[in-house]
């Protein structure tokens, strides 16, 4: 498996796929520059004008629905419907899922638009396959990765898309597998936007990867890696920032293997 992980990962630096982002304020500098990092293209468009032409353009999509609007959710949806229709890979952040009426009513429609691969925290999956037994909080988890795992046992009998848990533990599942990989940092709760940032490197490996769950694999394994080794650098989320892009461009091969820790 570590093999295979490293071939995606190599891939995604020479092939440099361009991924079309309708993500948060929040978090569009952050995942841009996370992409750069891995070798892929980023581009950020929200204009309903142009989502059908951009997505054709790109590799793969990513919806991210952080700072929902009644724009941003048009502009969703018809680049959901357009991906579907041209048989490329989109991936959806549910940001929030449980938090309000409107947001649920918004990931119902993306939904029914049957993402390739779905990735949010324990509170979001539950949220999301209508099993949430607790409040969320705001985009936090309340709860731990493990406790969503029927829910996303759930949610990939019902949309077919391959569903990662974050969390202490990441969990990506499908009908092959649960993969557990143990990898990443405490501090990287402190950054904001590493969430959504691992959302959008899953769409770079969806797009040259046929694989999906080793996509999503190898998105998650690298950027938690890659977080755990930039700590032993770092003195607090400033510099952890900083030094997690540096070791999302730089990371070798033996640094990925040997660090790597993953069940199945």
């Not at 959901?80 to 309000?100: E, H, M, N, Q, S």
């Not at 533990?169 to 499908?174: A, C, E, M, Q, Y």
């Not at 899953?202 to 040259?208: E, K, M, Q, Y």
Request: contains cysteine; charged residues 15%.
């Amino acid at each position: 498996m570590k093999e295979k992980l490293w071939k995606h990962i190599s891939t995604v630096r020479t092939q440099s796929p361009l991924v079309h982002n309708i993500t948060n304020y929040v978090v569009m500098n952050n995942t841009a520059n996370a992409l750069l990092a891995v070798g892929a293209s980023p581009i950020m468009a929200h204009a309903l004008q142009e989502i059908d032409e951009m997505v054709a353009l790109c590799s793969a999509l990513v919806v991210n629905i952080g700072t929902l609007d009644h724009a941003w959710s048009d502009a969703m949806l018809q680049a959901a419907c357009r991906a579907r229709a041209l048989k490329k890979p989109w991936i959806l952040d549910p940001v929030g899922a449980g938090a309000t009426s409107y947001r649920d009513e918004v990931l119902s429609r993306l939904i029914a638009l049957r993402p390739t691969a779905i990735r949010g925290n324990a509170s979001e999956i539950l949220a999301l396959a209508n099993a949430n037994q607790s409040k969320t909080k705001g985009v936090d988890s309340t709860a731990q990765s493990q406790e969503a795992l029927d829910a996303a046992r759930a949610l990939h009998k019902l949309t077919g898309a391959v569903v990662g848990i974050s969390g202490e533990t990441d969990f990506i599942v499908s009908d092959q597998s649960v993969i557990q990989i143990h990898n990443g940092t405490p501090l990287m709760t402190r950054v904001t936007g590493l969430g959504c940032s691992a959302t959008a490197l899953i769409g770079a490996f969806l797009a040259v990867t046929e694989s999906k769950i080793e996509a999503m694999t190898a998105a998650v394994a690298l950027l938690s890696i890659a977080g755990e080794l930039a700590e032993k650098s770092s003195s607090g989320p400033g510099s952890l920032q900083m030094n997690l892009l540096d070791k999302l461009y730089n990371l070798t091969e033996d640094e990925f293997k040997n660090t790597l820790r993953i069940a199945c």
